[in-house]
């Protein structure tokens, strides 16, 4: 049952769906399901168990999150291959939000140690030598390492560890600019711990 403006009781009408535009294929075939309400609640209650088993069911330690993602930081802007397949998982997925103007710009995840070391080898080869510099700050509860080149934000980069241990298994990047424009570099500390 549903009410209506006049709040008289009618039964619960169907939901007419478009499949094109809910699968973002902007097909205009006109391709419709019709669904009951009783439908669309099973289908609102599977999507959020498939997004909620997607949420990582730990927190690392904060000491040790905090390490890895200074170690991290630091050998992908110090182009150190060595000590950042250190702390990368064989199963590592990078996800990259550059919105076509930041580096690593890809529009698809990439998968896996050593195709993630490669990508951040390279775009540690267009970083300037010096002029970088890097803080540290507490996002969602999470630590992240905010880049900076010429006193402007670069990237603001978040890791996921896996469970009960110190190997990065999920990397954030955004390095798009007009999602940074509300990043200050005086904000969050220096890897030396400096204020």
């Given amino acids: 049952m549903r009410v209506d403006q006049a709040g008289q009781q009618r039964p619960a009408r169907p939901v007419d769906l478009d499949v094109g535009r809910v699968a973002g294929t902007g097909s ?17 209650a599977r999507a959020r ?16 999150h905090a390490r890895v993602t200074e170690r991290f930081a630091e050998a992908a802007l110090g182009g150190d291959l060595r000590a950042l397949l250190e702390v ?6 990078l996800w990259t939000d550059g919105g076509g103007k930041g580096p690593a710009t890809g529009l698809r995840p990439v998968h896996g140690r050593d195709r993630v070391a490669a990508l951040f080898m390279s775009v540690a080869e267009t970083m300037p030598a010096d002029g970088l510099e890097i803080r540290y700050r507490l996002v969602a509860g999470d630590p992240c390492a905010l880049v900076f080149s010429g006193g402007g934000p670069l990237a603001v980069v978040v890791v996921d560890l896996t469970p009960g241990s110190d190997r990065i298994t999920r990397i954030y990047s955004v390095t ?12 969050g500390r220096s890897p030396a711990g400096e204020p």
């Fill in 28 to 44: 205009d075939r006109g391709d419709q399901i019709v669904l009951t309400p009783a439908a669309v609640r099973q289908l609102a």
């Fill in 49 to 64: 168990r498939h997004v909620h088993a997607r949420r990582p069911r730990h927190r690392a330690e904060p000491d040790v």
């Fill in 88 to 93: 990368l998982a064989p199963d590592v997925t």
């Fill in 176 to 187: 798009n600019p007009d999602k940074l424009t509300g990043v200050r570099a005086r904000s």
